[in-house]
């Protein structure tokens, strides 16, 4: 299967009927994204397919093709909201937040708080109670 | 230069926020083999035989037979095995473990069991076996009672509340050095050490290290033991690595949850509202095995008659044994259960009375100089007056509370605290001890507390930086290794910082001494290396009986008190939470943005307790055992949280603090019950569900 990944053309062999969350996992060494449930409630594996947000555990590798993927690995590690998610405590332990920075990135520059909401409803976190993560994502506004 | 006090950058750098964490499932080892558990389907019998449908030709089959030590999981009782040998007493109970290097070909490995079913029993209320049973006495309370102008009676339920960290449970184990490494995300490394040493023996070689751990909240107190045996046992049968990760629906079926309970009062008052006589009755569901139970209860127990001054009080609890599959520690530790009970029944004590219920807490709120249901002298530290005045205020809730008649909305309080440290004899049984080492550019922490969100990295490292007097970021963190570190007791309690970081503490203030005026950096070059370990000193006014239940149950306590406000939908009967105001005093913040996520993180979680989180048993499984079916708050369902922190130093903590991580969960779920009954529907129990709420009656 050829697609992009994370800003490069790669060819990667793996089963079509994979889970896109392990074909990166494993194949591609990119363990970044995280499984939380493996049935798209959690948001912990989302990455982007084609600029919009998606939880890599529902999505079968075959239709990985021609598209471009972006996971927390093609952010660096220098993004404005992953600067911001450690200056705001963001993150607690961490096994959400990869999936809430991918939500976040998709999100308008001049998002509400209401609208930072609405965006990251998909994304569970059970320690922060999202206050911090909101905190974060506003700190963030406008220096990407 | 200091660093208390100051919300300086977490210890764990950028990796969180760039994906290079590694989690236990993220490790992949050379030659490593993927395991699998093999559970019973029956609640309750034994087991006639097992067949397999399946060439076993490449798996590692395990069984009890292959067990060198003891088939128990080491931890208060010696009632849980690590495999079933006969008999089964829950659902999801581990019979046999596979391993194969090919994942696919483990979980399509077919393994049939014919079991001799029995009768299974699944109300607490019912079961003759009761794991433990505590009594707390003081005063005379039949004759209080007699006395009493006003008797209020109530039972309050509680069901079970699962963990969901986001992280699985999952542990490696790697045969290595003639024994057995287990790499896990766990929240006591020693407890998993001790577990496996009776599973392997005395004299095995083992290892137990901590990998950066997705939550915990109590669920990865005692059920890693168990999963770091599975996965030793696979191990070194196979001589290969082995990792064994659960899938969600295996963590939420087989993994413990927080108990359910069911707490009856018997309150007699005098016509002005002061408590007189409390009657107590406390029934934990303890599932299965005892695992915590005792000491969940012992808790629970000790908090039952909330923050209230009362001459009078008997407190009877039991946990008893069920065919469900074992519940065990969760943030709060039955202090929720219990707390929740007292605080609804305050407000029908209230109701009753006719009296404000604000009014009534104020008049019978603990205060420094009062004595608690184990007749403990509380100090200067004790600010329940203070949670609650500034809760009230800070909310308009006297105000509110008028305006909300006759609407939709409603609006409640709960006054709570929260015992910091193991319970009674507990700390001064576990001896918990601290290291710390010289480096070469600054000092290093050796301590067993895990780092599992709630920033132990960061706050250890700001204690001992400022009792060193040197920067923040030369102190080092050592992971938590048993090969390595001291043992620190484990990460539960509320005593991570208060307990061990007192410890650290005194650690660091030795070594300025050593270092008398010179840096680490040039001590270490000019002398060597210099390591102090100090063991917990328990404060020297500590008394405690643990056959009376009498004395200083704990050091100290922090306090709270919260108000929620809620909207009910009139025709769906839902309930939302539109604001939250939560005053907590903890004696003082070392990082105040860490402690905020604490209570930040915890409010939501008691919210989702009160008012989605609903575990349903069906046959003594749990039947919703997905996140689709068993819901925990979105963004969408959190409300905006006003949070305020009171400071009262207690200076048995390092540099004033209390224990702050479960405080936090107490104070929810009774306060949402108290605003939905302001609402005028009688509830006494959790969740707080639309199907609940149809069955209630009206006030």
């Avoid at chain 1, 690995?73 to 607690?92: I, K």
């Avoid at chain 2, 764990?12 to 994906?19: A, S, V």
């Avoid at chain 2, 963004?635 to 936090?664: C, R």
């Avoid at chain 2, 707080?688 to 069955?695: C, G, K, S, V």
């Amino acid at each position: 299967m050829q697609f992009t990944l994370n800003g490069a053309p790669v060819d990667v062999d793996a089963h079509p009927m994979k889970r896109l969350l392990d074909v990166l996992r494993e194949e591609c060494a990119l363990t970044g994204t995280k499984e939380g449930c493996g049935e798209g409630e959690c948001g912990a594996c989302t990455v982007l397919i084609d600029g919009a947000s998606a939880c890599a555990c529902l999505v079968p590798f075959a239709q990985a093709e021609g598209t471009t993927i972006v996971t927390i690995e093609g952010l660096g590690d220098a993004h404005p909201l992953q600067r911001c998610f450690m200056d705001e405590v963001g993150a607690q332990c961490g096994i959400c937040t990869p999936g809430m920075i991918m939500s976040a990135y998709v999100l308008e520059a001049d998002a509400s708080l209401e609208d930072i909401r609405v965006g990251l409803a998909g994304n569970l976190c059970r320690c922060t109670g999202y206050s911090a993560i909101y905190r974060a994502v506003i700190a963030a506004r406008g220096k990407a | 230069m200091t660093s208390v006090g100051k919300s300086v950058s977490r210890k764990d750098g950028i990796g969180n926020d760039t994906g290079r964490t590694r989690y236990a499932d993220d490790i992949v080892l050379p030659g490593m083999l993927y395991g699998r558990t093999v559970r019973s389907t029956i609640p309750h019998g034994t087991v006639r035989g097992i067949r397999f449908g399946f060439d076993t030709a490449g798996f590692t089959i395990v069984d009890h037979r292959d067990i060198p030590g003891r088939n128990i999981v080491a931890l208060i009782d010696d009632d849980q095995p690590f495999l079933v040998e006969r008999a089964v007493n829950h659902v999801a109970e581990p019979i046999l473990l596979l391993a194969h290097e090919d994942r696919e070909k483990l979980l399509a490995a077919k393994v049939e069991i014919d079991y001799d079913v029995a009768e299974p029993l699944y109300d607490p209320e019912r079961s003759t076996q009761s794991f433990k049973h505590i009594t707390i006495l003081k005063g005379d309370v039949d004759d209080a009672l007699a006395r009493a102008d006003v008797i209020v009676e109530g039972t309050y339920r509680t069901g079970h509340q699962e963990h969901v960290y986001i992280e699985t449970n999952g542990v490696i184990a790697v045969p290595e050095d003639g024994g057995v490494t287990v790499y896990g995300s766990l929240q006591c490394p020693f407890y998993a050490y001790k577990a496996l040493k009776s599973l392997f023996g005395p004299d095995a070689k083992v290892r137990v290290v901590q990998t950066e751990t997705g939550g915990g909240f109590g669920g990865k107190e005692e059920y890693p033991s168990m999963i770091a045996g599975h996965a030793a046992l696979l191990a070194l049968k196979s001589g290969r690595p082995v990792k064994v990760v659960y899938d969600r629906v295996e963590d939420m079926v087989a993994t413990t949850k927080r108990h359910p309970s069911i707490v009856t009062h018997r309150t007699g008052l005098t016509r002005d509202g002061r408590l007189v006589a409390m009657d107590v009755d406390v029934i934990l569901d303890g599932g299965a095995y005892s695992t915590l139970s005792a000491v969940v209860l012992s808790r629970g127990c000790i908090h039952a008659a909330g923050p209230y001054r009362c001459d009078h009080i008997r407190i009877n609890g039991q946990a008893m044994m069920t065919n469900t599959p074992p519940n065990g520690a969760f943030r709060g530790f039955g202090a929720p259960q219990t707390e929740f009970a007292v605080e609804v029944h305050m407000e029908r004590i209230a109701e009753a009375l006719g009296m404000d219920s604000v009014t009534l807490r104020e008049i019978n709120a603990l205060e420094p100089g009062d004595r608690t249901a184990t007749g403990q002298l509380l100090r200067d530290d004790a600010s329940a007056r203070q949670v609650l005045d500034e809760a009230v205020h800070r909310s308009d809730f006297r105000r509110k509370r008028d305006a909300y008649r006759g609407t939709n909305k409603g609006i409640g309080l709960a006054l709570f605290y929260h015992g910091a440290g193991f319970t009674g004899a507990g700390e001064e049984r576990l001896k918990s001890k601290a290291r710390l080492d010289l480096t070469d550019s600054g000092v290093r922490i050796l301590v067993a507390s895990t780092e599992i969100g709630q920033g132990t990295r960061t706050m250890h490292a700001q204690i001992v930086a400022d009792a060193l007097g040197i920067p923040y970021e030369s102190v080092d963190v050592a992971p938590p290794d048993t090969a390595l570190v001291a043992d620190s007791g484990p990460t539960v309690a509320s005593r991570t910082c208060m307990v061990v970081g007192k410890i650290l503490e005194r650690c660091a203030m030795e070594m300025k001494q050593t270092l008398d005026g010179m840096s680490p950096a040039e001590y270490f070059r000019t002398k060597g290396p210099l390591s102090v370990v100090m063991e917990h000193v328990p404060p020297d006014w500590i008394r405690w009986n643990d056959d009376t239940y009498q004395g200083d149950a704990y050091p100290t306590y922090s306090w709270g008190c919260d108000v929620v406000e809620v909207e009910m939908d009139l025709d769906t009967y839902e309930v939302r939470p539109s604001h939250v105001t939560v005053v907590q005093e903890f004696g003082r913040p070392i990082h105040p943005a860490l402690a905020r996520g604490q209570i930040e993180g915890g409010t939501v979680q008691g919210l989702g307790y009160a008012l989605l989180e609903r575990v349903v048993m069906k046959d003594g499984a749990m039947a919703n055992a997905t996140l689709t079916n068993y819901t925990i708050p979105t963004t969408l369902d959190t409300p905006e949280l006003d949070i305020v922190m009171l400071e009262n130093h207690y200076d048995g903590g390092p540099f004033g603090a209390k224990g702050l991580g479960e405080l936090p969960m107490d104070g929810p779920a009774p306060a949402v019950v108290n605003a939905i009954r302001h609402l005028g529907l009688d509830l006494r129990e959790l969740p707080a569900i639309p199907e609940t709420l149809l069955a209630c009656n009206s006030l």
